[in-house]
């Protein structure tokens, strides 16, 4: 059993600056990536940010150059800073884990965090 536990949401200005982290607790086998989904209102979930094991991390295009995930492997969390905020970044956060179903497996899965809410206003 995983447990992901999401915190630093909020209500901010915009231009102003949130710092999301994921923690990641329980049975966690060869994880292949961690990263930031967000939803809002009438839109589908989309991809913010994403950081492998090995590889790139990836940005959704329209937070390029504003976002950096980072991840601290040695308590399996990663954070996501968010700077320059826009009205549009409002949405729930939710951070996903990839990772194997059990120890020596090659069948991953995802697990989703609770979200977080992140509202910009003007």
């Known amino acids: 059993q995983v447990q992901l536990v999401e915190s630093g949401g909020g209500l901010v200005q915009a231009g102003g600056s949130l710092r999301l982290s994921c923690s990641a607790s329980g049975r966690i086998f060869s994880i292949k990536y961690m990263g930031w989904y967000r939803q809002a209102p009438g839109n589908q979930r989309e991809l913010v940010a994403t950081?492998?094991?090995?590889?790139?991390?990836t940005y959704l295009d329209s937070v390029k150059g504003r976002f950096t995930i980072s991840r601290d492997n040695a308590k399996n969390t990663i954070y996501l800073q968010m700077n320059n905020l826009k009205l549009e970044d409002t949405a729930v956060y939710s951070c996903a884990l990839n990772s194997a179903t059990h120890s020596g497996s090659y069948n991953y899965y995802t697990e989703w965090g609770q979200g977080t809410q992140v509202t910009v206003s003007s």
């Open positions: 950081i492998p094991t090995s590889g790139d991390t």
